[in-house]
């Protein structure tokens, strides 16, 4: 873990809290959560608040995120809007507070000029004790707080300006004009200076959630829910939600006749294969840790390209067992001789290996969330797309390897994190070809 906060691959870009009256306000809202406040002059928080100094002194990762489910929030800074979000328990969750962020921005800064906001992110369960908890997630609502008030009292000023303009004789109401002037003391004039946010409830269809082992819960047009995830727990519930269709996730061939069905991956794209560079990343990725796993004593980061061909040519018999070595090693034959590959031998697993999310269905980013499962070896894109799954892979890894991962991600994703990621997954669309 060391390794990972000193190179920013956890907990990197986050907002440094370290005035006295946004640590007072941290520890307001901290309190009325039930939580111990916090000793610390500075700590950093992410966009949620999320806080990994708080989160070591109460030895609680998920003091945001109690029971799994309605993850709450703090919010006193709204630099916090350009923060990511760690710890989730929903893939959705991000996108949440990124929309609330940019609906509500203009509320935000004023109301945290004078106050902290805190609250949580409420949908129709309050913790999950069966699938049905899950699957009843549509919809959410965030419900705020501030501990002075500022937003309760706006709310309530908005209402007496409306009183005053729909009551002909409101003018003459004394107290009613007393306390409108006492409120806009507080609260400023909110004709001009948004305090409310206006945005609160959001749409939360598809998403990746780690209750039940992991399961990926898709929305259909036909309000059809698609669940995939661990075998038994599939087995479990098809019975009990007939309604509902539940795939296996190593149920290749449904898995991979349901995302093509419903339009969420493209074909092959030999062009983004090639020319996004994912390709040459996961052969030198793939071939490098075989290499090492081979010799103990070869440092994967090391090893040169020459050197990767020289011991492909001494090993290829071995290799060709391996159906990632298969699927990279046809693609590339594809893409050196400008031609459609021979996927004939490709099952379903491999095509799953070979294809991205498309770009223009909605799903997209949740579906290359998903196909990274498929490619467990690629360190670099569930780095980018699944860190949950990086994170839990990386505690697995040997020491040489972990090494080779933080300098492979810092060198090829860090400098230009925004143009690697349009190459991996925007990019060299089938329709532009």
Not at 186 to 214: E, L, V
Not at 401 to 423: G, M
Request: glycine share 4%; aromatic share 10%; hydrophobic share 40%.
């Amino acid at each position: 873990m060391e390794r990972l906060i000193e190179n920013a691959l956890i907990y990197g870009s986050m907002v440094q809290i370290d005035q006295p009256h946004l640590v007072e306000r941290y520890n307001q809202a901290l309190s009325a959560f039930g939580l111990a406040t916090t000793k610390r002059n500075a700590f950093s928080v992410d966009a949620m608040g999320f806080s990994p100094e708080i989160a070591q002194d109460l030895e609680n990762n998920e003091y945001l995120d109690p029971l799994g489910i309605n993850r709450r929030f703090i919010i006193v800074s709204p630099e916090q809007a350009d923060m990511p979000v760690v710890n989730i328990s929903f893939s959705s969750t991000p996108d949440l507070m990124r929309a609330f962020y940019v609906e509500n921005s203009e509320a935000i800064g004023n109301l945290t000029l004078k106050d902290v906001v805190y609250g949580e992110i409420e949908d129709a369960s309050y913790r999950v004790d069966n699938l049905d908890d899950v699957l009843s997630i549509k919809r959410v609502k965030f419900k705020l707080h501030t501990h002075n008030g500022l937003l309760e009292k706006s709310k309530q000023l908005t209402g007496l300006i409306e009183t005053f303009e729909t009551e002909g004789d409101a003018w003459q109401d004394d107290q009613l004009l007393g306390d409108i002037v006492d409120l806009a003391r507080a609260c400023g004039d909110i004709r001009y200076n948004q305090i409310a946010p206006q945005r609160m409830k959001f749409d939360a269809r598809s998403f990746w959630t780690r209750h039940f082992d992991g399961i990926y819960v898709f929305h259909d047009e036909d309000d059809r829910v698609v669940v995939i995830g661990d075998p038994k727990q599939v087995q479990a519930e098809e019975a009990r939600r007939p309604q509902d269709r539940f795939i296996a996730m190593t149920d290749h061939d449904a898995v991979l006749d349901y995302l093509t069905g419903t339009g969420r991956v493209e074909p092959l794209n030999l062009e983004w294969f090639g020319q996004s560079g994912i390709m040459d990343i996961r052969f030198g990725i793939f071939c490098r840790l075989q290499m090492s796993l081979q010799d103990a004593k070869l440092d994967p980061s090391a090893i040169t390209d020459v050197e990767i061909d020289n011991w492909v040519h001494k090993n290829l018999s071995r290799l060709k067992k391996s159906k990632a070595f298969r699927q990279l090693h046809e693609l590339h034959r594809g893409v050196l001789n400008g031609s459609q590959p021979d996927t004939a031998s490709f099952d379903a697993e491999m095509v799953l290996m070979s294809v991205r999310a498309n770009p223009d269905h909605d799903d997209w980013l949740l579906v290359n969330r998903f196909l990274s499962e498929f490619v467990s070896y690629d360190f670099l894109t569930r780095f980018i797309v699944n860190k949950q799954a990086f994170y839990r892979d990386y505690e697995t890894f040997s020491d040489a390897h972990r090494e080779y991962a933080v300098r492979l991600i810092t060198a090829v994703y860090f400098p230009d994190k925004q143009e690697l990621w349009s190459a991996l997954f925007e990019q060299w669309r089938l329709s532009d070809a």
